[in-house]
């Protein structure tokens, strides 16, 4: 069965940074596309982040220059590196393998106080 469980998520302050992880079990993802998502009440899911099997990255424009995907292979895992965090960054993050009819996590939420 595959799994993917986010963690790292919680309550920071505005200009703080916060490391979220997701880790995969079940199937290796090294040769996957992996990739982050939020989503706020009322609105649909926002694409982050996503990084290729071979290291490429891409970033939604509102987190250019402040977020930083990157990937374990070792260790089926993906993180986002959140710096300069401002209030409207608030939302549930969900981690994403094989694109949005593939894989996602539980999501973990992250609250930036202003």
């Known amino acids: 069965q595959v799994q993917l469980v986010e963690s790292g998520g919680g309550l920071v302050q505005a200009g703080d940074s916060l490391r979220l992880s997701c880790a995969a079990s079940?199937?290796?993802?090294?040769?996957?596309?992996l990739g982050w998502f939020r989503q706020t009440a009322g609105k649909q899911r926002e694409f982050v982040a996503a990084?290729?099997?071979?290291?490429?990255?891409f970033y939604g424009d509102s987190v250019k220059g402040r977020f930083t995907i990157s990937r374990d292979n070792t260790k089926n895992t993906v993180y986002l590196q959140m710096d300069s965090l401002k209030p409207e960054d608030t939302a549930v993050y969900y981690c994403?393998?094989?694109?949005?009819?593939?894989?996602w996590g539980q999501g973990t939420q992250v609250t930036v106080s202003s």
């Open positions: 994403n393998a094989d694109g949005f009819m593939g894989y």
């Open positions: 079940g199937r290796t993802f090294s040769s996957s596309t």
């Open positions: 990084i290729s099997w071979s290291g490429n990255t």
